[in-house]
């Protein structure tokens, strides 16, 4: 009955959405104001509905209902209750539904929180929100169904893949998906803005705020995928730009430079074509990543088990909702004029630049990740775009983003003098010089981009500090004067002083990683010892253990620096017998200059010795730090009041609208 | 059907092994830091994805072991990338090679990268032109102490 | 000039769609040979449990044959294997087996005595030689070699009576004719 429910509550919600999708968008274009005052409770009860519909399909989860054919595929009674809630989202069918719930929840977000949002603007951002959600729950109706019954019931579940059991994979979906969906805001409201023929500095504040918050979900979620693949897949690998992989960086990428590029917009009152396409191809790509992952078109570690039929659905939503938009986009784009002036070296410019290099950084990822599909569609023959194809092509246009990272921010709005700023940076200069000096003293060994890598980590953590400093004339004014200001210095710029500074670490983790990772890999019997980066790794032996839905090989290694006892790693080799399949589990312990790694493999004769792998994998730790403050500067941005969601005091609405450049 | 099988082949030959033993690895250090090298870049036929290297497929371990037997034998790194691209094709390279039917992929990249200064160079051009000089006026005394004021907080 | 900018994402797109569509017919699993028309590379299996000869690259030379990769642990193989016996019974060509990766050396010699031998001849690959000398990616895979040991073509998956009847059995008779 629940189950029922669930289904039942998922239509209603179809219904809702069709009536939000309507109504709204013609009494906004007939100045109809009752059609119109539709579009929030509409917005409201569409995600009441689907929340309904989610809740049903957790419970069914939850108490193992195994009348329904997606908890027999993706669930067992044995299984820990952690693992029964994100089995929910585990699977395709589970994993769409929650897609709509979060489409649905932004949907009413906007409706609750739009509370200032000009009628019309807010009606049609409404409406085409609920246009996109209309599709996905055909799609999820019509082709993936996760409410489907089955019967008769089986007596037990085939259980979760293993590799998705893991709390870091549990919650890694909710973050991207929260992500990807969020982007769908900025779109709404860019196609709401090319309907109503107008892109103002208050439309690039409201649209700023989702944004971010949408980024900031994605850059957490991209960031717990890597964690992920990191301790799970046994190799110390984190990135390997693979498909799946790409198919999230893309829209991060773009939404990136449209988070820059709304500045310019709300400052400058320019580049509102270039925006509103920005915001456009940001959700669109959240939309390509859906159909690669789920279509089968490519292929990857990661891809949902894949049907045609449901490649063919997304396809034709792509063609309809990109297609129509970017239609739209050629039609109304040209009437959206720009007013404002800015030169090239000035922080609008340093911000165009940004949208440059992220763009084409986005392009090239995407033909890379398409490529060997082109290649096959005209028969061309089948060839792999690897790892080496993209770091071929990427780093060399995030080596002048990074450059320009730290400078940007120093220079004044409008225009500004390079030579000038030169000057100004010499102890920047001077402090990255000595941070390269360094790298080069203690790692002499490294190849010569651990040089630049660590160099630019250094250039942009220290330029970004010495901007707030520069803000609050630090040294130069009196401590009074300068503390003054720091206290005026607003959340906004502190959220984007934490977000530079946090990508400056993330660049020393990655570089530092890429270049000096130390590796080891042996057959050790009980007692053997192996020295790896300064520690002593003892291998102590392996027994036989036992989790709650597996069983598992725990090996023990105690790791001595110095001769004194730093700690103890234990590495487990799992095998869940419900679904027939093996893990690893690798042992880390963080330290500030790296992580120590252990991995156990098979046994090795009679006497007690293991194939083990041991890493040291160095300012790894750094690498989840720089993303850690990465996010934490979008919740500090977010929470300035001049970005709180949507809602801007009157005062200052009054202001953007009247004056934008002056702002 | 069909599609559904193949995958099933490829699972059942997907069953874990393991990444690169220390069984297979060679004695001769300079031999096998070649080896690993060799082998980062050779993609796994049957797991999709992953170089031999990190591969648990019983595949990708037989042609680890391939490629060091092959460079025992004295072959160059070329030549055995070659041996084992004249059984796969080009499928096994994770780096693309570089020929006709991969310019549109290297070529791109320097490409996007040239029309996108080329239509910002256009921008600022076309802005200009449009007859708005972007000299500001001097600002008033009051104006000036209002900037000094909101200075402290601007946003990015 | 200013529209013809606008247009360009929609264009771009639309040409994005198509290959997509395109792919979507497009199995990404399955990988083509790239020996098609190659001689077979030079390789040499020895005997399974039970037989007297192995299976080498110069067996293939003086005759039309197939060439069958198979294994015990293989759930596919066991689908086509009645088909090869019925192809063996009807004596039409030659089969040769690639008996590859087996758990141990028992294994293969005792599944084919359940299931009945359609091979002529039958190399033992415990380390994928045989399978990587055809640039072979999973099991089964069948290839069509021709009298001067040529490859002509690869199966990949189950022979079934509609693929012998429509490719490979005309092929067969076309290069027996030269």
């Known amino acids: ?107 009413a977000a906007v409706a609750v929180f739009g509370a200032n949002l000009p009628p019309t603007l807010k009606a049609r951002v409404l409406g085409v929100q609920a246009l996109v959600s209309v599709g996905f729950f055909l799609f999820v109706l019509f082709t993936s169904n996760p409410f489907e019954r089955i019967l008769p019931a089986p007596p037990d579940g085939h259980g979760l893949n293993p590799l998705l059991q893991d709390p870091g994979l549990a919650i890694h979906p909710p973050f991207l998906y929260l992500g990807y969906v969020g982007f769908s805001i900025a779109f709404s409201f860019a196609i709401a803005a090319l309907i109503e023929g107008r892109v103002d500095a208050a439309w690039a504040r409201w649209v700023r705020p989702w944004t971010l918050a949408a980024w900031m979900f994605l850059t957490a979620g991209i960031g717990l995928g890597s964690w ?23 829209p991060w990428l773009s939404g990136t430079a449209l988070l820059h590029s709304a500045v310019v917009v709300e400052k400058r009152d320019t580049l509102k074509g270039w925006t509103v396409f920005l915001a456009i191809v940001t959700f669109s790509l959240s939309l390509l990543g859906a159909f690669l992952v789920r279509s089968g078109v490519l292929t990857s570690v990661h891809a949902f088990a894949t049907d045609p039929a449901r490649g063919v659905f997304i396809l034709v939503l792509l063609l309809i909702v990109i297609g129509g938009s970017f239609a739209l986009f050629a039609w109304r784009g040209p009437s959206l004029k720009a007013s404002g002036l800015f030169l090239p070296v000035s922080r609008e410019g340093s911000l165009l630049l940004n949208n440059l290099l992220l763009t084409t950084a986005a392009a090239v990822v995407l033909l890379g990740t398409l490529y060997p599909l082109f290649l096959d569609a005209i028969g061309g023959g089948k060839v792999s775009v690897g790892a080496p194809f993209f770091n071929a092509v990427f780093v060399p246009l995030m080596v002048p983003l990074l450059v320009a990272m730290a400078i940007g921010p120093l220079l004044p709005w409008k225009r500004g003098d390079l030579v000038a700023i030169f000057w100004r940076v010499q102890l920047v200069l001077g402090l990255t010089g000595a941070a390269v000096f360094l790298t080069w003293v203690f790692a002499a060994d490294g190849p010569m981009f651990a040089l630049l890598g660590m160099g630019l980590a250094a250039w942009l953590a220290v330029g970004t500090l010495f901007e707030i400093g520069e803000r609050t004339r630090l040294f130069r004014a009196s401590m009074a004067e300068s503390g003054r200001r720091l206290r005026r210095v607003s959340r906004a710029a502190w959220g984007m002083t934490a977000a530079h500074f946090g990508v400056a670490v993330l660049v020393a983790g990655i570089t530092a990683s890429s270049a000096w990772t130390v590796e080891s890999i042996q057959t050790m019997r009980p007692g053997e010892t192996v020295q790896i980066a300064g520690y002593d790794f003892t291998f102590e032996g392996a027994r036989d253990t036992r989790g709650p839905n597996y069983e598992a090989v725990t090996g023990t290694f105690t790791v001595t620096r110095d001769e004194r006892p730093f700690t103890v790693l234990r590495p487990e080799r799992r095998v869940y017998p419900v679904e027939g399949q093996q893990t690893t589990e690798a042992a880390i312990r963080s330290t500030f ?60 609405r009054a202001q953007a609208v009247e004056s934008p450049a002056a702002a | 059907m069909k599609r559904t099988l ?151 | ?62 005759e039309v044959s197939l060439v069958n990769v198979f294994g015990s642990w293989c759930v596919a193989c066991r689908i086509e294997h009645p088909f090869l016996m019925r192809l063996k019974d009807d004596n039409v060509v030659p089969i040769h087996g690639i008996n590859w990766r087996e758990e141990n050396r028992q294994a293969g010699p005792a599944w084919l005595a359940r299931f009945g031998d359609p091979y002529t001849l039958i190399g033992d690959d415990p380390e994928s030689k045989g399978a990587i000398a055809f640039g072979v990616s999973g099991a089964p895979e069948t290839f069509i070699v021709d009298a001067r040991g040529v490859i002509r073509y690869k199966h990949i998956g189950p022979i079934t009576p509609e693929v012998w009847e429509s490719t490979l059995w005309p092929l067969i008779q076309e290069l027996r004719k030269g």
């Not at chain 1, 569409?46 to 049903?56: A, D, I, K």
């Not at chain 1, 403050?629 to 949507?646: A, P």
């Open chain 1, 593 to 652: 200059l790296g992580d120590l790694y252990a991995v156990i493999g098979e046994a090795e004769g009679a006497d007690g010795a293991f194939v083990t792998r041991l890493y040291f994998n160095p300012l790894v730790p750094w690498i989840w730090a720089g993303l850690v403050i990465m996010c934490i500067g979008g919740v500090v941005s977010l929470s300035d009041r001049r970005h709180r969601v949507g809602a801007p005091s009157r005062r200052h």
């Open chain 1, 228 to 250: 992920w693949a990191y301790y799970e897949l046994g190799w110390g690998g984190w990135w390997f730009w693979d498909p799946v992989e790409n198919a999230s960086f893309l």
């Open chain 1, 1 to 107: 009955m629940i189950v029922e429910t669930g289904h039942f509550a998922l239509v209603m919600a179809l219904v809702v959405a069709l009536v939000q999708a309507t109504l709204p968008l013609i009494g906004a274009q007939r100045g109809n104001e009752a059609w119109m005052a539709m579009a929030r409770p509409a917005a409201i009860a569409q995600m009441l509905f689907v929340s309904v519909s989610f809740g049903c399909l957790t419970y069914a989860y939850l108490t193992s209902d195994f009348s329904v054919l997606n908890v027999v595929n993706n669930s067992h009674s044995a299984k820990p209750l952690i693992y029964k809630i994100s089995g929910v989202w585990g699977n395709h069918e589970g994993s769409m539904l929650l897609w709509v719930l979060i489409l649905a929840v932004f949907g």
């Open chain 2, 6 to 156: 193949t995958i099933l082949i490829l699972v059942l030959l997907a069953m874990p092994a393991w990444a690169v033993q220390p069984g297979e690895m060679l004695d001769d250090p300079a031999l096998e830091a070649r080896a690993r090298t060799i082998s980062k870049d050779l993609r796994c036929v049957v797991c999709q994805n992953q170089s031999i290297d990190d591969s648990d497929a019983h595949l990708a371990r037989d042609l680890r072991v391939l490629v060091r037997e092959r460079l025992v034998a004295g072959d160059s790194d070329r030549e055995v990338v070659d041996y084992v691209v004249s059984r796969y094709g080009d499928f096994v390279l994770l780096t693309p090679p570089f020929k006709p039917a991969t310019y549109a992929l290297w070529f791109a990249p320097p490409l996007i990268a040239g029309l996108g200064v080329l239509a910002v160079f256009f921008y600022y051009r076309r802005r200009r032109s449009a007859g708005v000089a972007v000299e500001p006026r001097p600002l008033t005394e009051e104006q000036r102490k209002r900037v000094e004021r909101l200075l402290g907080d601007e946003p990015p």
């Open chain 3, 1 to 62: 000039m200013k529209r013809v900018i606008y247009i360009l994402p929609l264009a771009a797109f639309v040409v994005i769609a198509a290959y997509l569509g395109v792919g979507l017919t497009r199995d990404p699993h399955t990988l083509p040979s790239v020996l098609i028309d190659q001689e077979v590379p030079p390789f040499s299996l020895a005997a399974i449990e039970g037989r007297e000869k192995g299976f080498s690259s110069a067996d293939l030379i003086g």
